[in-house]
């Protein structure tokens, strides 16, 4: 049984939640008009958002102590996006008409954000920081500044994570899998032992599935956090959760609908362990 219960996901609610933000534009170093739509989402609960300027977007709740958020809110493509449900198509990256296992549109990273936001809505306690930068290497300043105005000790990155492997059958498997991936490590940058056990632990005690990778190329926000901090062992500690996409950075990224659930699920439970 799970040492921490979590609440279950509202799909209608998630799915609203990625189509408005995807309708939003978010070019990277142009961030403002979509870091004041997230606030405006924040408006009339619990939640204190403050801004940094065009570069970053604070959320706190009352309730929520120690832990950061960490979700980048830039895009590569100045389009706005359009969201399709549907079922992969055999062996080719697209999905046909029918299902509503898997999501298709510019998951990077507006998933993440549509998750907390869902989250926001059932009142899970939680800090985080929305902000510009990551998709040209420069996000860490802005993370170092939420950590201070925070006083966060950990910090967990929710980001997409991409199947880049030569092999159409391996990309295609990773996101069918439905698994989230728990790295211990990225390209030079070693996560928090600690807090990637925990998150792991967690995702076996909620029913999230997951999976780990070595080897394969990845450079995000928290690797640039470890190389700042020179964690471990530094003012506070890191670690990530990716949720598996192909079709990296075109408009038509496809994630699996149970990979979100199951980062919500971890998400969640790391916020609780914290309530109070």
């Keep these: 049984m799970p040492t921490t219960s979590v609440t279950r996901m509202n ?59 960490a979700a980048h809110a830039d895009r590569v493509g100045a389009d706005v996006g359009i969201l399709h449900v549907g079922a992969l198509c055999g062996d080719r990256e697209s999905l046909d008409s029918s299902g509503e296992g898997f999501l298709q549109g510019r998951m990077d990273n507006t998933v993440s954000i549509a998750i907390l936001l869902e989250m926001a809505e059932r009142g899970v306690p939680f800090r985080a920081v929305f902000c510009d930068g990551e998709e040209r290497c420069v996000s860490a300043p802005y993370l170092m500044r939420a950590v201070e105005i925070t006083g966060a000790t950990e910090v967990v990155d929710i980001d997409t994570d991409p199947a880049l492997y030569p092999e159409m059958d391996r990309r295609l498997a990773e996101v069918r899998s439905g698994e989230i991936v728990l790295r211990s490590e990225e390209d ?43 964690a471990p062992g530094g003012r506070f500690v890191v670690a990530a959760v990716g949720i598996p996409e192909i079709l990296y950075h075109r408009p038509t990224e496809i994630a699996s609908f149970a990979a979100v659930v199951g980062a919500s699920r971890v998400l969640e439970a790391l916020c609780r362990i914290r309530e109070g």
């Design 188 to 230: 030079g940058a070693v996560y928090d032992e600690g807090l990637v056990t925990r998150l792991r632990r967690l995702a076996d005690e909620n029913g999230a599935a997951w999976r780990t990778k070595a080897g394969e190329w990845l450079v995000t926000q928290a690797g640039s956090l470890v190389r700042c901090e020179g």
């Design 11 to 69: 799909a209608r609610r998630f799915l609203c939640a990625l189509n408005g933000c995807l309708g939003v534009p978010a070019l990277t170093g142009d961030l403002a008009p979509f870091l004041d739509y997230l606030a405006a989402q924040f408006r009339g609960g619990p939640y204190r958002a403050t801004r940094g300027g065009g570069t970053a977007l604070v959320v706190e709740h009352p309730e929520a102590a120690g832990l950061l958020i």
